[in-house]
């Protein structure tokens, strides 16, 4: 009996292996046959997500392309090859900010003055704005000349697995929300909410949703509609406060919505279009009303109003050292002391971002890019250490270090 055990477990290994072969192999499309010599992995990850059960390579690369010497036939797909099955998520996810992604970027003034390998090829704003892309070119051949690959929804949902479990833990918005402009990331990790998710995610597990991650206050419900009330520039209108309307007038003369006058300039066109600012009362408050509600599953309703009320105050606090450098600059720029560009009128343009010729706006770039975005977005994301010594703190000196080099600027002109 004991001397027959390991043949019996040998016999029994060896058919469960062999089946095993078997059934896989069987399962196998032609295009896999072939690609498991090229890049085995690839397959295998295709292979243990659940489209496999019922989709092959064929599904969203069509069936043109069948050997090295026609690869360029291969469709690469977009949205659209989505669409038909999870029409759902894809009429969400268009109506949505992040289909906005492509469109803000090229509306950008100095965009096409970039290298090419950084917006095109995807090594710089392209690697992250490679969002809402324009399916039809693509698939016959006249987008993405420079470069073929980029498509949305694998932005969370990584190929070849497109896994919903990945997509739905916060470090799948880390890849983009991080870093310099935008650090939710740094923010949200490393504050309250965060520290709770990621403590309870690994050491208690039946706690795993007491604390929010990103996607329970921005993709309630698997809802793929991405948006905020405020966005990434902070202008809304009408603004009902008039002390906080002057600091807003200068920052959209900043912008380039406005002009010297205080008119409307064909900028504000781009803004609507790309949906970068909240431009009516309502439209501001439905945004918001999400938020709140979503604040109330666990919180009461004074706490949240409380906590939202100040974190919108500290945006003013933020806008009111804004506006003040913004006119000194400004006041530079009217009094000749900086050569004005073609395209610029009596402000500086903050959409040129980096790309600016005097210390003085390199200053004001930090202080709108860097310091700005770190004092307001982390009072929404609960994060005082970003609020304080990232944000506002650095906004106090990026003022100081204005006005100084303003007197300097002033003083060796006359001299
Ligand atoms: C005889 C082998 C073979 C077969 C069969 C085959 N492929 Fe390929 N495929 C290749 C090779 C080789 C490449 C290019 C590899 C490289 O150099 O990057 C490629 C590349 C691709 C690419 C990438 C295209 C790009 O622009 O980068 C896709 C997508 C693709 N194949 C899908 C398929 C699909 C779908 C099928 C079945 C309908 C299929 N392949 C069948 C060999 C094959
Ligand atoms: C559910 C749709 C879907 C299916 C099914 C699918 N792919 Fe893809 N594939 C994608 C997406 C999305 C990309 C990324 C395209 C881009 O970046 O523009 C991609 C990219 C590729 C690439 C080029 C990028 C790379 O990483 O090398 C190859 C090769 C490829 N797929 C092969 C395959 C093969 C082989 C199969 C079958 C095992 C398959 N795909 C099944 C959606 C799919
Ligand atoms: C021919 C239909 C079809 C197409 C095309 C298709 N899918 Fe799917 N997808 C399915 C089916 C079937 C499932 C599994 C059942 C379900 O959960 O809906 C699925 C499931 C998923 C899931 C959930 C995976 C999980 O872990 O639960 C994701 C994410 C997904 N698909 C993304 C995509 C993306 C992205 C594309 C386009 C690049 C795409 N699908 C194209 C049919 C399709
Ligand atoms: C690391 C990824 C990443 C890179 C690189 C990047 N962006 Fe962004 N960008 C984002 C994210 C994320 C947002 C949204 C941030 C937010 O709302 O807080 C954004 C927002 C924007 C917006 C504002 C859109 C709106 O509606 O308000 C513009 C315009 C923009 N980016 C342009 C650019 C340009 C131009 C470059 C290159 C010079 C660039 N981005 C580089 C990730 C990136
Ligand atoms: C910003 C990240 C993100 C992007 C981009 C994204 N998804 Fe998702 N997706 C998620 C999250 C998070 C979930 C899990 C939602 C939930 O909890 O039900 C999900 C779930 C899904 C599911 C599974 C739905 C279910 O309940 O079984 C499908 C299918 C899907 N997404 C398709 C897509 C398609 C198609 C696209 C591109 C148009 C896309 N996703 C783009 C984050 C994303
Ligand atoms: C507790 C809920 C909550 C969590 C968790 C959360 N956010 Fe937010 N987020 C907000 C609120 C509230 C706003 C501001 C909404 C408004 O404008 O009224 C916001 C704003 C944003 C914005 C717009 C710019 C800004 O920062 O103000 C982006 C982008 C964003 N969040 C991304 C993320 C990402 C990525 C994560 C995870 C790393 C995350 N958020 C985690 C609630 C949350
Ligand atoms: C591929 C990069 C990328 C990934 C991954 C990504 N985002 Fe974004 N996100 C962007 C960009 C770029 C924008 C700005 C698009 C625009 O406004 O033009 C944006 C905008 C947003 C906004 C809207 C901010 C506003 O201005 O109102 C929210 C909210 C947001 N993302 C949340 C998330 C969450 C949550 C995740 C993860 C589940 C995520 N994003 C994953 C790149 C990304
Ligand atoms: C899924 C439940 C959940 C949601 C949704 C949620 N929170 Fe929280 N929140 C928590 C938990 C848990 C803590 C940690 C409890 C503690 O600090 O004792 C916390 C902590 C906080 C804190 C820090 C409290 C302190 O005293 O340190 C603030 C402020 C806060 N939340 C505000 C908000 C706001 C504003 C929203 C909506 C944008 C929100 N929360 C959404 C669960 C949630």
């Known amino acids: 009996m004991t001397r027959n055990f390991p043949w019996v477990f040998f016999i029994c290994l060896m058919s469960l292996v062999c089946c095993e072969v078997q059934s896989v192999s069987a399962k196998f499309s032609e295009c896999e046959e072939c690609h498991i010599k090229i890049s085995p992995q690839m397959v295998q990850d295709f292979n243990r997500g659940v489209m496999a059960e019922s989709l092959t390579c064929k599904n969203c690369h069509g069936r043109s392309h069948m050997n090295a010497g026609d690869v360029d036939k291969a469709q690469l797909p977009t949205i659209k090859t989505c669409r038909p099955c999870h029409s759902g998520q894809v009429k969400q996810y268009l109506s949505g900010k992040h289909a906005f992604g492509l469109i803000a970027m ?16 995807q090594k710089g704003c392209g690697g992250c704005h490679t969002l809402g892309l324009q399916d039809e070119k693509v698939r016959e051949g006249e987008g993405r000349k420079y ?119 064909a900028r504000l066109d781009i803004v609507k279009n790309a949906k970068m600012a909240r431009l009516t009362k309502d439209e501001f408050q439905a945004e918001r009303e999400r938020y709140v509600n979503i604040c109330r599953q666990c919180h009461s309703p004074n706490f949240v109003s409380e906590n939202i009320r100040n974190a919108d105050l500290m945006l003013k606090e933020a806008d009111k050292l804004f506006a003040e450098a913004i006119e000194i600059v400004a006041g530079l720029y009217q009094d000749g002391f900086i050569q004005k560009r073609k395209e610029y009128s009596a402000y500086p343009d903050l959409l040129t971002f980096y790309d600016v010729n005097t210390k003085i706006e ?45 007197k300097k600027m002033r003083e060796e002109k006359i001299n």
């Not at 470069?147 to 479990?165: I, L």
């Not at 403590?199 to 329970?216: F, H, S, Y």
């Not at 929404?380 to 100084?404: C, P, Q, R």
């Open 106 to 121: 090229e509306a950008m003034p100095y965009t096409h003055r970039q290298p090419q390998a950084f917006v095109a090829g």
């Open 147 to 265: 470069y073929r690959y980029g498509m949305d929804c694998q932005n969370c949902h990584t190929r070849h697995s497109f896994s919903k479990a990945e997509a739905s833990e916060p470090e799948a918005c880390m890849t983009c929300h991080m870093g310099f402009d935008h650090a939710q990331w740094e923010m949200y990790s490393g504050a309250k909410h965060g520290v709770t998710y990621l403590i309870n995610r690994t050491i208690d597990t039946k706690n795993k949703d007491r604390a929010p991650k990103c996607q329970t206050c921005h993709m309630p419900d698997g809802n793929h509609r991405v948006f905020s009330a405020w966005g990434f520039l902070a202008v809304r209108l009408p603004e009902e406060d008039p002390e906080w309307m002057g600091y807003r007038a200068t920052i959209l003369k900043g912008l380039g919505v406005l002009d010297p006058a205080g008119n409307p300039t």
């Open 362 to 406: 390199q200053t004001l770039y930090e202080m709108f890019m860097d310091h700005r975005m770190k004092a307001f977005q982390s009072t929404f994301h609960l994060n005082s250490d970003y609020a304080t010594w990232y944000g506002y703190a650095k906004m106090k000196k990026d003022l100081v270090e204005i006005k100084e080099l303003e």
